[in-house]
């Protein structure tokens, strides 16, 4: 089992930024891939953004430029720093784990960013 806390939600005005960051515990040996999904309400939980382990990084095209994800050298950590924030960007942000042969998917319990004047 792998644990996910996220930290580093709130209320920020347009064009502003925030910074995300999620913890990993457990079996944090066993974590492939590690990312960034929303959900804003009324609409399916998308992906943000996502590291994976010898294939770089990928992000959405709606926060390409603004958002860069990292993640720590211990490996149990990712962190989504998000700038020139927009009020589309309101959501309740997950944070994701993700194993490999077989594919488990770790959600944490989400940190709500309102972008609002």
């Known amino acids: 089992q792998v644990r996910l806390v996220e930290s580093g939600g709130g209320l920020v005005q347009p064009g502003g930024s925030l910074r995300l960051s999620c913890v990993a515990s457990?079996?944090?040996?066993?974590?492939?891939?590690m990312g960034w999904y929303r959900q804003a309400p009324g609409k399916e939980r998308e992906l943000v953004a996502i590291?994976?382990?010898?294939?770089?990084?990928n992000y959405a095209q709606s926060v390409n430029g603004r958002f860069t994800i990292s993640r720590g050298n211990d490996k149990k950590t990712v962190n989504l720093q998000m700038n020139s924030l927009k009020p589309e960007d309101t959501a309740v942000y997950y944070c994701?784990?993700?194993?490999?042969?077989?594919?488990?998917?770790?959600w944490g319990q989400g940190t709500q960013v309102t972008v609002s004047s």
């Open positions: 457990g079996r944090i040996f066993s974590i492939a891939d």
């Open positions: 994701n784990a993700a194993t490999a042969y077989p594919t488990i998917n770790f």
């Open positions: 590291v994976s382990s010898g294939r770089g990084t």
